[in-house]
């Protein structure tokens, strides 16, 4: 009798890409093991304690909706909530929590431990095991081996992790654990590509030693809209809400950086891999805006019950004691004492160009790579190509279709197609100006977008496919009160000139006033009964009236948005995977070296690939015609 039993997936790695992919694959019925370095740091966030952000905060509800956890612990660590860009239209509005770092990571381990089918293992993986060159598990430092039909490679920044403190270097994946090593040099042997990605993160502040009278206090959104569907119509937080505070950097910070300039790895020739465009370090915002004397700064807690700050807008890797300094120069971090200084961190990444859409690798079957592995930043962006890898590890062991979705479906779907598409050429993180189906993807329908197509495989449950209906059900209700009822001039046209917005001269439908920008649902409550007792018979009123009034406000572009989503599908239907593009002579050079490198599948991915141009797309249309 074997000691271990062979499991059908192995994660490697529990950060949020593996707790996501071991949770998908286990709740779909595969029995699942998931190696960690370290138990206690399952979904640890080793930089900003906070979920979500503009775009971020769309694919946490995505997640949710898939059936995935993410949605559901960040709720229940949440310790302040935003919607960001609510001046704007609702594709944009992002919510973004920040969250109590160690009741999210105990919260992820209680969920992950209610899964039946899902085993763990401590443990520090330096290699793959291979039987008649088919995965077949993986090797333990220790020597162990752990056997598995297939293998989700979710390393984050620990392949041959280094990490620098001014002229200090140390190897590790994060502070005070080890990297992995191994299994870059047997990815490479085996054909794959690799390069390397660096990261930082700031130094951690104790609260206790900064006076907080002196910066600008920022408060929590008072009306709190959940990232889980599950959620919705929660009245009260699960923690105790906490503020955030602004403060900024000044000359006198900038002078103190500036000095120690020579003795940071950035620019000393140290660190030459790529790094996140997007979130610089507080140095290279020195040397990109050297004209601007200040640099907004935000104080963030890190649970309730801990002094630990984290300082948003600080990253460095500049020696400990010039990060000081510089804090010290800050208005109300005169006497500010550190727990640790900020670091960056080099790491093994491989081109994701090299994944199927499924996130297997196209180089060895059963082999599926998802988070920072692929070139990636962000515990959201991790956390979808989790999830898309566990059901898919799944689907194929089971001889069943691959669960992939488009781009005009949810930002997963950007996410993916991006990566094995474009390829990285620095830390991808996810934008909303990255999604041309804003409008069809935005955070308040994600349930309406995914949940049916999640629970068609098994994963998302039945109790998520009730509220979904009941959603759509009272949603559609209140669109066809709008539409059939008629409001009297008497009645409202006090109420349109309080708004700003011209009277009645005649009755008019409820949904025609509905489309003027100034007019809201709440609005119309006031002087409307028979809406309001509508309202009053709802589950969740806020929930429904958000989606009835997007409906009726923006249904013209949502309409447009989805016809030009409807003509791009009807490109990605023919299919040109496994063309000779050596003997399609009318293709340009770069197009022919850059269709035979990707392989795209569809005449729609190939014309998303850098360097294909619309004249390539022309000859690939009329040589599949002839």
Known sequence: MALLPIYDVIVVGAGHAGCEAAAAAANLGSNVLLVTIDMNKIAQMSC???????????????????????????????????????????????????????????????????????????????????????IAGVRTTQDIPLLGKSVILTTGTFLNGLMHVGQHKEEGGRAAEPPAKGLTQQLSSLGFTYDRMKTGTPVRIDGRTVDLKQLIEQKGDDDIQYFSFLHSGLKNPYLKQMSCFICETSNAVHEVLSEGLNASPLYDGTITSIGPRYCPSIETKLQTFPDKDRHLLFLEPEGLHTNEYYLNGFSSSLPWDVQLKALKQIKGFEHVKIYRPGYAIEYDFFHPTQLKASMETKGVENLYFAGQINGTTGYEEAGAQGIIAGINAHQKLNKKASFTLNRDQAYIGVLIDDLITKGVDEPYRMFTSRAEYRILLRQDNADIRLTELSHNIGLASAKRMKLLERKIKQRDDLVDFTVNFSC?????????????????????????????????????????PQ???????????????????????????????????????????????????????????????????????????????????????????VYIGR
């Open 488 to 528: 009297k001039p008497d009645y409202i046209n006090t109420k349109l000139q309080e708004l700003g917005t011209s009277p009645l001269k005649q009755k008019m439908k409820l949904k025609n006033i509905l489309t003027r920008p100034q007019v809201h649902f709440k609005d119309m409550e006031e002087v409307i």
């Open 531 to 621: 809406l309001k007792d509508k309202l009053d018979s709802f589950d969740v009123p806020s929930e429904i009236l958000q989606a009835a009034e997007i409906q009726l406000k923006y249904q013209g572009y949502i309409e447009r948005e989805r016809m030009l989503a409807d003509k791009m599908h009807r490109l990605e239907n023919i299919t040109i995977h496994g063309l000779d593009y050596d003997n399609i002579q009318s293709l340009s050079t770069e197009g022919r070296q850059k269709l035979k490198k990707i392989q795209p599948k569809t005449i729609g991915q190939a014309s998303r690939i850098s360097g294909v141009s619309p004249s390539d797309i022309s000859v690939l249309l």
């Open 48 to 134: 900003n304690p906070a979920m979500g952000g503009v775009a971020k905060g769309q694919i946490v509800k995505e997640l949710d909706a898939l059936g995935g956890y993410s949605g559901e612990i960040t709720d229940k660590a949440m310790i302040q909530f935003r919607m960001l860009n609510r001046s704007k239209g609702p594709a944009m509005w992002s919510p973004r929590a920040q969250c109590d770092r160690m009741v999210y990571s105990l919260t992820w381990r209680e969920y992950l431990e209610q899964i039946p089918t899902l085993d763990f293992w401590q443990g520090n993986v330096k290699s793959l095991i291979f039987e008649n060159d088919k």
